[in-house]
């Protein structure tokens, strides 16, 4: 089975309740695997308010999670080193290396977050 690693502004629309999200995170029901990073987690934790953790708990449990473990960080490492082009964050090299590691697509909104080409990338509007 194929996986997909789901960033987490994919997730996030889907909580606020934007159509496109949530048709995409239904379509990979019966077809992949649909992970998403443990930074993941932390990024929507951090916006996340009170009344909106059972929702958001729910959503997480149903994905398969990524821990960052060290072939990631080696990985994220060498993405925030190499690319010169454009101002990236470790949550986002974080995010990619753990696509990269695990063999998964990376499902987006924000493809410009992530300009590295030895990942799959699929923009969810």
């Known amino acids: ?21 949530r048709d995409y995170l239904i379509s ?3 077809e992949v695997t649909a992970c998403c990073s443990v930074i993941t987690v932390a990024e929507i934790h951090a916006g996340m308010k009170e009344h909106e953790r059972p929702m958001t708990d729910e ?3 149903s994905l398969t999670l990524v821990d960052i473990n060290r072939d990631i960080a080696e990985k994220a490492g060498l993405y925030k080193r190499e690319e010169k082009k454009q101002f990236l964050e470790l ?5 990619a290396a753990s696509a990269f590691v695990i ?6 909104s924000n493809g410009k977050h992530y300009p590295m080409d ?4 699929i923009i969810v509007k």
């Open 1 to 21: 089975m194929k996986n997909i690693l789901i960033d987490t502004d994919v997730l996030i629309n889907f909580l606020r309740g934007k159509e496109s999200a």
């Open 28 to 30: 990979l029901q019966d």
């Open 59 to 61: 959503l997480i449990d």
């Open 91 to 95: 949550p986002d090299c974080l995010i």
């Open 103 to 108: 063999g998964a697509d990376l499902a987006t």
């Open 118 to 121: 030895d990942i799959k990338k």
